[in-house]
């Protein structure tokens, strides 16, 4: 029967695919007792008691008419490093089981070796589902190893890992909501660079000030010395004006007097003129640095840079993420994708530690003159 809808099948998948899930194998026995089995992610459970689970399975799949006969069936959770079994099940080839470690369960339905767990299913119903049938079973046998699940979502394999906030938001201590804030943008820094293609810096206040604890390069690196514990200055770098704008006076200003006496990059500046300038940054809630020699011997090359400010659930700042390149080919502009992207990736990261919001952590700001 047709269906009219509002939305392609690729659409719909790629909605589906907003629902993360485990991958099995489902594996049985055929007439003759060779064994079958196809990934299949549909799996789910049903009800504990009695112990019912289901998957679906496509009308069109060639192991289809042995699973519709099959009494028995078993559920193989696959673990994360079980990518090639997964694969190896998707395809649809003669002899899937050549070569990969199994043993017999109830019947002699085959259980795969290293999964994350194993439940060994009786059919007890099917139902017509379009273009898949639903299998019901009941789980008579189970298992379970400590191996991690793999995990899939977005049309590709992922690993589980414990949520990266768990009691951030709640008044942990400052250095363990800030190790989460450095493992969280970690990551979202890796997805930031693959979207935007410019150089990414992770910066937190170090004991010597502000400190570089991460980087993710570009296809086009801006420089080949990009390195990891670099200790910047604070009035003369993105990174180290952002947390001159945010941090409180007391933990910048003894970095600030001895740049401001000794730096000669720093020593023409003037003490008002800086208030003005940080006072300026908070306002728009970016530093933007363009076309600055003070890292040519670093990076040999005039760069521009900028930097915007993470807040914690206690609306302190805890990380700058910043973006340096190349002065010619840097847009900087409000307007474009890496200013836009770098603020929406710093405003993601507040949230999920807890700031309720930027801008009121910019308000509370108690250092301004
Ligand atoms: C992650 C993943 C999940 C899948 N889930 C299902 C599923 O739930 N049901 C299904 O019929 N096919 C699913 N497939 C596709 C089958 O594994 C694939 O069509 C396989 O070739 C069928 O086995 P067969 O050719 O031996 O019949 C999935 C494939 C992948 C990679």
């Known amino acids: 029967m047709g269906h009219e809808a509002a939305f392609d ?9 907003a629902f993360v899930t485990g991958v099995t194998v489902i594996t049985t026995l ?3 007792g060779r064994p079958q089995g196809l990934t299949a992610n549909s799996f789910s459970s049903v009800s504990l008691d009695p112990p019912l689970i289901l998957w679906s399975q496509s009308l069109t799949a060639p192991s289809h008419p042995v699973f519709r006969e099959a009494e028995r069936f078993v559920v193989n959770i696959l673990a994360d490093d079980q990518v090639e079994v997964s694969n190896r099940f998707a395809r649809g080839s003669a002899d899937k089981f050549a070569g990969c470690a199994t043993r017999p369960g109830l019947g002699g339905v085959p259980l795969i070796e290293g999964c994350s767990a194993w439940l060994e299913c009786r059919r007890i119903d099917s139902f017509p589902g379009g273009d898949h049938v639903v ?7 189970i298992e379970r190893t400590g191996r991690q699940p793999l995990v899939f979502g977005g049309g590709r394999y992922l690993v589980a890992q414990p949520h ?3 009691d951030a938001a709640s008044g942990a201590g400052a250095n363990i909501a800030r190790l989460k804030a450095v493992r969280l943008a970690t990551r979202a820094l890796v ?11 992770l910066g937190v206040w170090g004991n010597k000030g502000p400190t570089i604890v991460r980087w993710e390069e570009a296809s086009q690196p801006v420089s080949d010395n990009l390195r990891t514990g670099l200790v910047l200055p604070v009035l003369t770098s993105a990174t180290g004006l952002a947390f001159a704008a945010w941090l409180p006076r007391e933990a910048t200003a003894p970095f600030v007097e001895a740049e401001l006496a000794h730096d000669a990059a720093a020593r023409g500046l003037d003490a008002a003129e800086l208030e003005q300038q940080l006072a300026q940054v908070r306002a728009t809630g970016i530093v933007r640095l363009v076309g600055t020699d003070a890292f040519a011997d670093l990076y040999g090359t005039s760069i521009s840079a900028a930097s915007v400010p993470v807040f914690d659930a206690s609306g302190a700042m805890v990380l700058a993420l910043t973006t340096i390149g190349n002065t010619q080919r840097l847009d900087l502009g409000e307007g474009g994708r890496l200013v836009g992207g770098l603020r929406q990736c710093a405003a993601t990261l507040s949230h999920r530690l807890g700031a309720r919001s930027t801008v ?6 108690e250092n301004d003159p």
């Open 164 to 166: 990266d906030l768990g």
């Open 30 to 32: 055929d007439r003759d």
């Open 191 to 201: 997805e930031l660079s693959d979207e935007l293609d410019e150089t990414l810096g």
């Open 360 to 365: 009121a952590a910019n308000d509370s700001q």
């Open 9 to 17: 099948s690729r659409a719909l998948r790629q909605v589906l695919g």
């Open 135 to 141: 299998f019901l079973g009941q789980v008579d046998r």
